[in-house]
């Protein structure tokens, strides 16, 4: 029965290192290289995306910024307008146009609190009748807008 | 094996020439020892810049490519007690050049020229500052229309700048003015509340910093640091705008028909001492026009308040017991007191006349006699606790605290003049919160102008109550009323009365101090300051009113507070009841009875 023996090795040391060795390391090192140039290629990538992305957010919003900046100008041009409309200098100066004048004097009547109420219903001016809303001064059209405008 | 190899390298360097790898050595270490130098130098250097002289470094170089640009803050508006805006911020645009970037400077000044109405002066000034090209910032034109800017602005003219810059507008016309005050084209508050409340209205202005290329041009698709605005708070006044209103039209119908030179109106809540109008007017020398103000002279001027002085008298005479309203004195037509003959206003014999009688018909000398009783010293003191000589509450600018000598300073006549108003001054506004601690049953409260503030976060942050402190009993202020009523009814103050409401009040009719420190002018004329403190309903007061006039026509009917006053009094009554909601008592009026 034959036994296989182990040759002795021979020559130099140096001349006996495997070669596969080497190349199986380059082979690992050329891996990790192209895996993590592909890691740096994705991330950049994705970086990239997110950037445009926010810039691209960031874009609506800073257009949102600015339509929000010009309709609270908006609101702030129109509430003066109302409020020269409202004002009782332009209110005189319309009624006298239409003919009216200052009353001279001025007395106060008494009425029957029945016929009182017998008008304020029929003509809906009482607000429990109507269910009318109640009417929002400028004042806290104001403040509304002033609230939601520090909600930020 | 490595330190097998190690030791086979290092053991490999000595067989190399010695001489040569001593030159090597030596070589490396000064390559070395200078690299290292330098390397300190630059270090240091860094290190410097960096911390002593990096800050001046950097804002040097970021001055050099980025520009700020201020963002003014949105200043708060001033609205009435009914939320109805008296002063609002509106947007409008500035326009300026740059002249260093001005290429065609006769077609951009022709453009400007168009669309702005530029006057001839105003072109030359521009056209030489385009050619000297010495500045990079010009105005030409501030605070203009929005949508006029916004056309400019789409013109893209190269050097021409439309930046945002809001003004200040008074959506009621001139109502209110003389209370509001006004700002300068900065928008910083220069008189009235505009200035007293500056700080709380202005707010905190922002920036932007934009990036720019040499040339100041921004650079596209760089971002903006925005320093956003932080805008001014908001004031509630206790004004009413159209009590406000009737109260200035009335005075300036009644200034312009009696030929006055001014008129004051105060408009008051008896509990709360709540302003509901403070107006003045004055005539224009120029054109004699007369003119709701700007300044506020029911604050800032004071005069001699003439007999509306008289009920802190009588109130004092009463309150101290040393007289009751049915006391009687004699009273002749006029005495010597000092130096001075002092007098009534009119001739009569000696009459007995009651407490009640002489607050009535007015008599000086009976004020004396009652003063008299007070003594000197207790009168001072009630005056003071009246709010004589101190500024009120208000602390408006400007505000006076009238003249009102301490009691031992008083000399001669003065010392029984100052029972009737002569010989000391008073702000309206001091003479109407003194008469209105009658009508809030002895207790004086402050005058108040502001209500609250809307502060950032659009909630509304009330001002503290007015300070109050007790004049006189309720009692005393009760029978006061009953003799004020008396006044309106029969005495002095008839033109003040009022179908459906019972009115009390006073008049006077003080005389202006001259020049020449007299009473009469070089030709011997007088002038006079008619008022007329009034409160209502007259059972239960609400409201207190004040009107001057100054100046009224002398040596006519209409120089008397009874007469120039009292009637613009009545003429706002029903205003003024219509607008506060306040209904006239069931009973019949006092003075029908």
């Known amino acids: 029965m034959a036994i296989a023996l182990r040759k002795p090795a021979s020559g130099s040391p140096a001349s006996r290192r495997p070669t596969l060795q080497v190349v199986e390391a380059r082979r690992r090192t050329t891996r990790v290289v192209v895996f993590t140039a592909t890691l740096v290629a994705i991330g950049l990538g994705t970086l990239a995306v997110i950037h445009t992305q926010i810039a691209s957010r960031q874009a609506v919003i800073d257009q949102l910024d600015r339509s929000i900046a010009e309709e609270n100008d908006r609101f702030d041009t129109l509430r003066a307008v109302r409020a020269e409309l409202r004002a009782p200098v332009r209110l005189d100066q319309r009624a006298r146009e239409l003919g009216m004048a200052p009353a001279l004097d001025s007395s106060f009547l008494s009425v029957d609190p029945l016929v009182l109420a017998m008008a304020m219903a029929s003509t809906s001016t009482d607000n429990d009748v109507a269910d009318v809303p109640d009417y929002l001064g400028p004042l806290d059209q104001f403040r509304m807008v002033k609230i939601m405008n520090g909600m930020d | ?593």
């Open chain 2, 1 to 593: 094996m490595s330190p097998q190899r190690k030791l086979r390298v290092i053991s490999a360097k000595p067989t190399a020439g010695r001489f040569k790898i001593g030159n090597q050595r030596r070589r490396i270490q000064i390559v070395v020892a200078f690299v290292l130098v330098m390397l300190i130098v630059v270090t240091t250097k860094v290190i410097g810049l960096q911390t002593a002289g990096g800050d001046a470094m950097r804002a040097e170089a970021a001055n050099q490519w980025t520009r700020t640009t201020t963002v003014v803050a949105d200043r708060g508006t001033i609205f009435d007690r009914n939320g109805e805006e008296l002063a609002v911020s509106i947007p409008a645009a500035t326009i300026s050049i740059n002249p260093k970037l001005i290429d065609n400077e006769e077609a951009t000044l022709n453009m400007l020229a168009t669309m702005l109405s530029l006057d001839v002066e105003e072109q030359q000034r521009l056209y030489d500052e385009m050619i000297l090209k010495d500045k990079g910032f010009v105005y030409v034109r501030r605070q203009i229309d929005a949508d006029l800017g916004e056309q400019i602005a789409a013109l893209k003219l190269s050097g021409v700048n439309v930046d945002s810059e809001p003004t200040r507008l008074l959506p009621g016309g001139d109502t209110g003015r003389s209370v509001i005050g006004r700002t300068d084209i900065d928008g910083v508050g220069t008189a009235g509340l505009e200035l007293q409340y500056d700080s709380i209205l202005s707010g905190e202005n922002g920036s932007v910093t934009r990036q720019v290329a040499p040339g100041g041009r921004s650079i596209a698709g760089t971002e903006d640091a925005v320093d956003g605005a932080v805008p001014g708070d908001d004031l509630i006044l206790t004004i009413d705008r159209s009590i406000q209103f009737t109260c200035e039209q009335a005075l300036l119908e009644r200034v312009s028909n009696t030929g006055s030179k001014a008129g004051t109106c105060i408009v008051m809540d008896a509990d709360s001492g709540e302003l509901y109008a403070m107006a003045s007017v004055k005539r224009d020398a120029d054109t004699n026009e007369v003119l709701i103000t700007s300044g506020n002279h029911a604050a800032v001027d004071s005069y001699e308040p003439g007999s509306v002085a008289k009920v802190i008298t009588i109130a004092a005479g009463l309150e101290t017991g040393v007289v009751g309203p049915n006391t009687v004195f004699n009273v002749p037509w006029r005495a010597q007191y000092g130096d001075d003959l002092l007098r009534d206003s009119h001739e009569h014999p000696d009459e007995d006349m009651t407490v009640r009688q002489i607050l009535v018909e007015s008599s000086n000398i009976g004020t004396i006699k009652v003063q008299e009783k007070v003594q000197l010293r207790r009168h001072w003191d009630f005056m003071r606790a009246f709010g004589l000589g101190e500024p009120t509450a208000l602390d408006f600018p400007g505000e006076s605290a009238g003249i009102f000598k301490e009691w031992n300073e008083l000399f001669g006549s003065e010392k029984y003049t100052v029972s009737y108003g002569q010989g000391l001054a008073s702000t309206p506004i001091q003479l109407i919160s003194a008469v209105n601690a009658i009508a809030n049953d002895g207790l004086y409260v402050a005058p108040k102008l502001v209500r609250g503030f809307v502060g950032e976060d659009g909630e509304i942050i009330p001002t503290a109550p007015s300070a109050t402190h007790e004049v006189i009993s309720t009692n005393t202020a009760e029978v006061m009323q009953s003799m004020m009523t008396d006044v309106v009814c029969s005495g002095t103050a008839t033109r003040a009365q009022v179908s459906s409401f019972n009115v009390a009040g006073k008049t006077g009719t003080g005389l202006k101090a001259q020049p020449n420190g007299g009473y009469e002018d070089e030709f011997g004329v007088r002038s006079y300051y008619a008022s007329f403190v009034g409160f209502f309903p007259a059972e239960d007061p609400e409201i207190t009113v004040l009107i001057s006039i100054d100046e009224p026509p002398a040596g006519t009917i209409n120089r008397f507070g009874g007469t120039a006053a009292a009637p613009v009094f009545a003429r706002l009554v029903p205003t003024i009841a219509h607008e506060l909601g306040i209904q006239p008592p069931s009973t019949a009026p006092a003075c029908s009875e």
